[in-house]
Nanobody, 130 residues
Framework: QVQLVESGGGLVQPGGSLRLSCAAS????????IGWFRQAPGKEREGVSC????????GYVDSVKGRFTISRDNAKNTVYLQMNSLKPDDTAVYYC???????????????????????WGQGTQVTVSS
């Protein structure tokens, strides 16, 4: 069973930075995609970024391009989301999610939809406020 555990959330001032971690375990295949999502109160869950295990391909939604960077440490089975220049609109619970379908991953818009993913972490709160 795939398990995902997020960490690294917190309170940060506008313009500040945070790095979220997603520790993954239990994959039955070397091919999987991990996505980061966020959900603000009263809003739908929004896909933010995606990374492919097969080739390291990464993708981002327009609202975070140039500010957020997704990366992976294969030795630690961990995916990171470095978030810079944070804005109050970035405030949300952030989730990582995974799916193990065949590659290629993260090339299509479906990877920013929650329905693409089968496994979810518990979420970590990010609050951007002065």
């Amino acid at each position: 069973q795939v398990q995902l555990v997020e960490s690294g959330g917190g309170l940060v001032q506008p313009g500040g930075s945070l790095r979220l971690s997603c520790a993954a375990s239990g994959f039955t295949s070397d091919y999987y995609a991990i996505g980061w999502f966020r959900q603000a109160p009263g809003k739908e869950r929004e896909g933010v970024s995606c990374i492919s295990s097969s080739d390291g391909y990464t993708g981002y939604v327009d609202s975070v391009k140039g500010r957020f960077t997704i990366s992976r440490d294969n030795a630690k089975n961990t995916v990171y989301l470095q978030m810079n220049s944070l804005k109050p609109d970035d405030t949300a619970v952030y989730y990582c999610a995974a799916e193990q379908r065949s590659p290629p991953h993260c090339r299509s818009g479906s990877y920013y939809s929650a329905t693409e993913y089968d496994y979810w972490g518990q979420g970590t709160q990010v609050t951007v406020s002065s």
